[in-house]
């Protein structure tokens, strides 16, 4: 707790708000459409309050953050109606899930590197936030977030909270949103 106001750091944007849910669905559909315009993000942006203002429970997701079940409903209810052309998977729900934390890294890893496609992933253990794999390399994970976020170390990061990590990504988490 800083003592004096010269080390005081200023509250930014999403220290006291928890949308990273929907930026992080915004950021994956430009990763599966790169020429959406900065504008018809806003539009969504909008829409997509509007939407969760009809929820109840708007100020706890705004300031607790939003969960798996209702971004996904959100999805389903206001971008695909503006961006009817990317589709949604959940790569990993039912029999496809991944046999051991190599061969979900290798499958994401993967599927980081499709052209027009955005990976959506929750990242829980040390942060608890939403946000987007750019690209996966040997030893790291490197985001496309909202909150200023680079890259996550391979090393530190498993797919299971019975694993012993800093970063858990759970499989049933993960969205693909892919642009034809």
Known sequence: MPRTR???KPLLQGDLDGLCGLYALINASRMAMPTLPKKKCQKVFYDSLRWLRARRGMPAMLCQGITHD??????????QQ???NISKKHPFWGKARPQNRDD?????K???SRPNQGVFISIGGTHDHWSVIREISDDRIYLF??????YLPRERCGNS?????????KPGYVILLSCE
């Open 145 to 150: 977030d909202s909150s200023g976020l680079k």
């Open 110 to 112: 993967e599927e980081a």
């Open 70 to 79: 209702i971004l996904v409903r959100l999805y389903n209810n206001v971008f």
């Open 6 to 8: 010269e080390e005081m």
């Open 104 to 108: 979900f890294f290798q499958r994401m």
């Open 82 to 84: 503006h961006w009817p």
């Open 161 to 169: 909270e019975e694993d012993n990590f800093c970063h858990i990504i």
